[in-house]
């Protein structure tokens, strides 16, 4: 199960997985755009493990009560990119593969420990690999100001464009109405089981679940 029930000991050891899915998701889109040629990240001190130089106090409340949110935005200059389409691309994508790579990552040393019976241990564990997962597939829909918006538009035709920039202004209260109304969990849920499903997948020739 992707979701839990909360409690003030779930919030604790959920802590872990939330500070890492969301500081290393923003430190990956600051470093993509450093390799792309822009050095905005870096004058803005944002090429950090730091997670207090990432974190949207109410994307971060977010993710502990609603289990998805956000993080502080990476100011980033496109003009910069030595190739604007692929540079933004990257840059959008990069943060996405991190957590999928990170979740993956905590899968495996979560099942690796699961024969410790460590019950503290395994709940961090497991929150580690369902944060990460959860962040990557939450900023993977293409509503501004996510990172699924800003890949999207670099595919459309110009008059797509023109919609999505005209979208904008109404992202944020799109996904707070979304959010309020339980849709994000019923898309957010089957998808993010479906690539624990393929972390298993992928283990299973060296575990036995």
Known sequence: M???SYSFLSLLLSLPGILIAITFHEAAHGYAAEAMGDDTPKLSGRLSLNPFKH????GFLAMIFLHFGWAKPV????????????????????????????????YAVYVACLSLNNVILSTILEDIYIYNVVFAVFNLIPIPPLDGSHVLYEVLPYRGKMRMDSLSRYGFIILLILMATGVFSWIITPISNGIVWVYRLILSPFFKF
């Open 2 to 4: 992707i979701f839990s």
């Open 75 to 106: 100011p980033i200059n496109p003009n910069n990119f030595s190739d604007r389409k692929k540079g933004m691309v990257k840059v959008a994508l990069s943060g996405c593969l991190t957590n999928l790579l990170l979740g993956f990552i905590g």
């Open 55 to 58: 974190i949207d106090w109410i």
